[in-house]
């Protein structure tokens, strides 16, 4: 059975089994995420996604809508620990945008001009995790993995392959490469598999087309995360 829920005071309907995220989408109402994507089951890891219902917080990707909930999403105290979420991530890994090729077109980078991230608020961990240039046309940069599992889910449920994996625990989580030598290059990884193309952030990058946009024209360039995840369906 579906119903209607408050959503930042204006009501949306929702049908029955659809989350708090996708019928706010519905209705046109973005909510920040990462690891959320419209053609996979919710994840859950990133929480950008977070809303408070009843005093309490929840992961509004993963959340069942019910019936006369009162949601609130675009306050300033949620963006607020939105913003400390991006931080987080991005002291984690390198997330050194000045020379990144995924500058301009990453999702970590938009939400986080959106969310008026300003500094860094959070001291830098520098993690030295590999490159790999192994295969020919891909190039894997493990530094600004955010695990959303998003290249995991994609190989595996779209690609059948099963590339990619997220092992660890902890801060020792990372994701690495199904093949006994652990290079891309040496699995059967192709650029046209879905898994080439979800990364939101600077993981996973085609060779011979970095920096071919001007800047100006990039994703973001011109329009914020929020309208072009609306615009889009992302
Ligand atoms: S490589 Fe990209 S898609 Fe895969 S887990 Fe890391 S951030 Fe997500
Ligand atoms: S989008 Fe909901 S936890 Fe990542």
Redesign the pocket.
Known sequence: MGGKFLFDGRPVPFEEGQTILEAARAAGHYIPHL?WHPDFPPHGSCKLCVVKVGGRHVSSCALPARDGMEVESNTPEINGERRALLQMLFVEGNHFCPSCEKSGNCQLQALAYELDMSSARFAHFYPDRPVDASHPDVL?D?N?????????R?SRDVDHKGV?A?TGRGIRKH?VVNAESGRLADTDFAVSDR?AD????G??LRKRVGFAVPIGERKYDEAAISSVAMEKGE
């Open positions: 690891c894997l493990f600004r993995c955010i695990f959303c599992e998003l290249c995991v994609a990619f997220l994701l898994a979800i990364c939101p952030v993981v996973i």
